[in-house]
């Protein structure tokens, strides 16, 4: 095994200074007589001799390898697990793992294909202090560290305890252990990149919390509240109290369950209010719509900074216009061409109509044709007037361009003759359904004014026409006179809306006279985009 140096005397534990000065004098040169070799061996009152070593170099660190045995160690052996397990490292792959007290460094080599859990050591199996590193690649399954028996573990970024904590990430933790009032405790900090630092395991800058269909109350680690399910009632999610977060905390909610019928009201606790710039306060909030919210805090005020689309029922973003110059925003928050009139026509005759290019919405007005009078074969007779004919007007909406629709044009009524004959009644004006399908219209004509066959008599005027199924429906002016006489006042009504007179009668005639024609029907349409 190598030179020895034995040295036997003994030390009495009463020995005066005299007798001590010697035994150590006695004890230098014996080491100094033994300079060629280099292990000094003590020789207790046992017997027991420990083996010499030999081969030592400068800096080596010697350590017993058994209970009689020895060996040395160079500085960076001495601190592996062989000798002082100061540092060493444990490589586990995609499985659990409990970890060793005596390990220090314990490494992922491949990722997980399954959620898994490593285990810490009890903090009583190791030194108050000891510091334990842990590295997990990244994962498509979530990675827990976990503490073992009533031991917990305290997230210093986080300021969170518990007996777990899940990473969705890769990870790389720092644990210490330290006993405190009797608790045993793991502090860990996560040594991660950025994007971990961020997240509700580090800084707690970023995090998401998804909330199905019911109420929640927001926490204040929240910092993105999502749904994750559609509403089947209106819910409450309650805002933190300001005083439980930092001023200035930012939290985005989308309730985007929400519906008109089963509605999301965002609430504040404790006091706070929920502030609208340039609006009052308000305790409670309540959208009807998917919406986007965003809220910053302030003491006593969650400050309301962003939402959803602007509609008829929510205050909000607007939507991106699309550009140009042709779509204004409408109240209901959309952007759409506010209808611009394309084209004015009056159709002349019956006629089937064809909607124009881009037109989606027309204005419409409509007259039936009215009576033509009554002829006479008298003198200082007098005929009626006829009535103005029907009117209306109409708003079309959903029209599709191309599409058809047809005008059938009411007929004038005939003048009576001096035979003497009466005036011809004026039909009904109508547009109806070609391929555009449409309510029929119906503007009705007014019938024509009786003759006048014996001297110094008179006939009377006739009544208006009706109209149907407009927006507007206008029955014509009955004609003059109202009861049949002689008389200088023998015009015809107005038709609703002016736009004509019926056929005015004979008046006073001197010798035989024929009537007056009534007037066609029309139909004037504007186009709107």
Known sequence: MGDQ??????????????TTIRWLNNFAQTVMGASSRNVIQNVGSSGA??????????????????????????PLLARSATVLDIESATVVGDTNYTILPTDRFVDGNVSFSVPRTWTL???????QGQRLLIRTPGASANFTLAAAGSDDIFNIQSRLSGTSFTFASSAAIEAIAVTQAGVSHWFITLLGEA??????????????????????????????????????????????????????????????????????????QGGDNIS???????????????SFLYFVSSPGNWVFGGTGYFSSTNPGIVLPSGGGTTNFLRADGNW??????????????????????????????MRGGTGGSGGTNQTNTSTGGTGGAGYLEKFLTGLTPGNTVVYTQGS????GTNAPTAGGNGTASTLASGSQSITTLTANGSNGSAAVSTAGAGSAGTAGGTASNGDVNVTGQTAAPTVA?????????????????GAAGVVLATGPAAGNAGTAGALQMMWFA
């Open 5 to 18: 140096v034995n040295f036997t005397q003994t030390l009495a534990e009463n020995s005066d200074l005299k």
């Open 49 to 74: 001799a420990l083996s010499a070593i030999t081969g030592a170099a400068a800096g080596d660190i010697p350590y017993f390898t058994g209970p009689t045995t020895a060996d040395v160690a160079t």
């Open 121 to 127: 050591p009890l903090v009583s199996s190791v030194n």
């Open 195 to 268: 994007l971990t630092q961020r997240g509700s395991q580090g800084l707690n800058i970023e995090n998401r919390t998804a909330v199905g269909d019911t109420d929640y109350t927001i926490l204040p680690t929240d910092r993105y509240v999502l749904s994750s399910a559609n509403f089947t009632a209106p819910r409450t999610w309650t805002l933190p109290n300001t005083g439980t977060v930092n001023n200035g905390t930012r939290l985005i909610v989308w309730p985007w369950g929400a519906n008109a019928t089963d509605t999301i009201t965002i609430s504040a």
């Open 276 to 290: 609208f710039p340039q609006v009052n306060n308000f305790t409670s909030v309540t959208w009807g719509t998917n």
């Open 336 to 365: 759409a061409d506010p209808g611009g009139l394309i084209s004015t026509i009056t159709y002349s005759g019956s006629q089937t109509i064809t909607i124009p290019t881009g037109a989606t919405r027309a204005f419409l007005r």
């Open 412 to 415: 004038a009524g005939a003048a």
């Open 485 to 501: 006489a002689t008389s200088t006042s023998n015009f015809g009504g107005m038709t609703g809306g002016g736009w004509s007179l």
